[in-house]
C-alpha cells in the first residue's frame, strides 16, 4: 500500500504508525477518551487546513492528503487532555495550522513546531483546562460511570470527579509543600499508566529511526542532555531531586525526543547542529520542568530552540572543498 503513496505521504503515514504503541497504551490505561480527542483535532485540522489553501487560491487535494495537517493534529492532540473541551482544541489548532502553519507560506516554511506553538498557546492561556488530565481507569470512582465517551470531550461539569493531577504536577506540588523525595516520588508513581505509555512511544520511535525516517542523533541527544543534568542533580541532593528513570517514565520527554524534536521543518539540518539544537533541547526540559512554572517544558523547549535551527545551520555547515568553514581566520 505504502508503494500508492508520495515519499511525503510515506513519512507521515510511517511517523503516525509508530505513534500507535502509546496511542494504544494511553486509551488502556486512561479510556478511550484519547481515540475521541484524535478524532476531533483530526477533523479541525483537515477543516482549517482546507479553508486556508482555498483562501489562499491553492489546491486541496495534494496538500490536504500529504498528511501533514493529520500528523500535527495528532501531536497536539496526544499533548493535551483528553477530556480537554472541544473548544480548546480549536483554539490550539487554530494557532497551530492557520498562524503557524499557513500564514508562515505551508508545509517546509514554519520556522516553529506547528503542534508545540498550539500547544503553549493553550497551556498559557488556558491552564485550568490543561491542567485536568483524567485518573487513570484504576482510580476513577464508580461514581462517574455514568459519564459517557461524548461527554468526556465536551467536558461537563459532572467529570471532575475522574481527574486528577499528572504524576509531575503531584511531585511539585509536594515538593513546595515541604515534602522531601522520599516521600513526594512514592505518591506521584501511582498513576501506573504513564510508564506504559512513555514506553509505547520509545518503541515507536526506535522504529523510526531503524526505517530511517528519523536519524538517532536528535533523539539520543534529546535524552541524553536531559538525564545528564537530571542525574548530576539527582546525586547532587536525592532529598530534592528525583531519579533520572522518574523523569523518563512521566511527561512528554520521550514524546518530544522522538517525535517533536525531529521536525525536519524546525531543526537543524546539520549532524552537529543536530547535537547541539537536541541536547539544549534536553537540558532546557529538564531545568523548567524542575524550576520552572510548568509541570512539563518540552514544548517551551523546542520552541526556544526553533529560534535556533537557522543560527546552528549557519555555523554548523562542513566547510566546502578548498574553503575554510566558517568561524576559521
Known sequence: MLNTFTPLQRIMFKVMLALVPGIAAHAFAFGPAILLQLTWCSLVAIGLEAIML????????????DGSALLTAW??????????????S?????FAIVVTKQLYGGLGNNLFN???VGFAVCMVSFP?????????????????GDVTLLHMLWHPAGLDGMTSATPLDHMKTSLHGGLEMAKALPAATLQQ???????GYLVGGAWLIHQR?????IPVAVLGGFCTLASLLWLGDSSRFAPPWFHLQFGAVVLGAFFIATDPVSAPSTRKGKLIFAGLIGLLSYLIRVFGGYP???????????LCAPLLDHYTQPAVFGHRSRGQT
Open 296 to 306: 512539563d517544558g518540552v514544548a517551551f523547549a523546542v520552541l526556544l530552540m526553533n
Open 128 to 144: 485550568a483546562q490543561m491542567s485536568q488530565w483524567l485518573s487513570p481507569l484504576a482510580l476513577q470512582t464508580h461514581a462517574s
Open 213 to 217: 525516517v528519523i536519524s538517532w542523533h
Open 90 to 94: 480549536m483554539v490550539g489548532l487554530f
Open 114 to 116: 506547528p503542534a508545540m
Open 193 to 199: 499508566g504513564w510508564p506504559w505509555i512513555s514506553l
Open 75 to 88: 501531536l497536539f492532540a496526544l499533548s493535551l487532555p483528553p477530556n480537554a473541551p472541544w473548544w480548546l
Open 54 to 65: 482555498a483562501w489562499r487560491n491553492m489546491p486541496l487535494k495534494p496538500f490536504l492528503t
